[in-house]
């Protein structure tokens, strides 16, 4: 099992950074494949990148390539969300999560654990 707390949200200004990080419980972080989620007030909580168990490989939606990385530290079990060029959009609460699998989801339904989230807002 695998508990996740998330930090670093905050409040930014439109074209400003945060940093989002993400602590994991458990020996076995680096078995698992990781994941940042968002959901917007009154939306559904939609997809925003995952890192695979080593690192080597990274997957990002479409509306956050090139803003947005992500990268994880195995030995301190922590996934990082490096959150450039932000926008009003980019609003909402941010998850960590978990996913024991290999292939790359995009669906919140196949990862196995979440965190609480850390509340990011960009204002115009």
């Known amino acids: 099992q695998v508990q996740l707390v998330e930090s670093g949200g905050g409040l930014v200004q439109a074209g400003g950074s945060l940093r989002l990080s993400c602590a994991a419980s458990?020996?076995?972080?680096?078995?698992?494949?990781m994941g940042w989620f968002r959901q917007a007030p009154g939306k559904e909580r939609e997809f925003v990148a995952r890192?695979?168990?080593?690192?080597?490989?990274?997957y990002y939606a479409n509306s956050v390539k090139g803003r947005f990385t992500i990268f994880r530290d195995n030995a301190a079990n922590t996934v990082t969300l490096q959150m450039n060029s932000l926008k009003p959009e980019d609003t909402g609460v941010y998850y960590c999560?978990?996913?024991?699998?290999?292939?790359?989801?995009?669906?919140?339904?196949?990862?196995?654990?979440w965190g609480q989230g850390t509340r990011v807002t960009v204002s115009s």
């Open positions: 999560a978990a996913d024991n699998g290999i292939v790359v989801h995009t669906s919140s339904s196949a990862y196995d654990y």
């Open positions: 458990g020996r076995t972080f680096s078995s698992y494949s």
């Open positions: 890192i695979s168990r080593s690192g080597s490989g990274t």
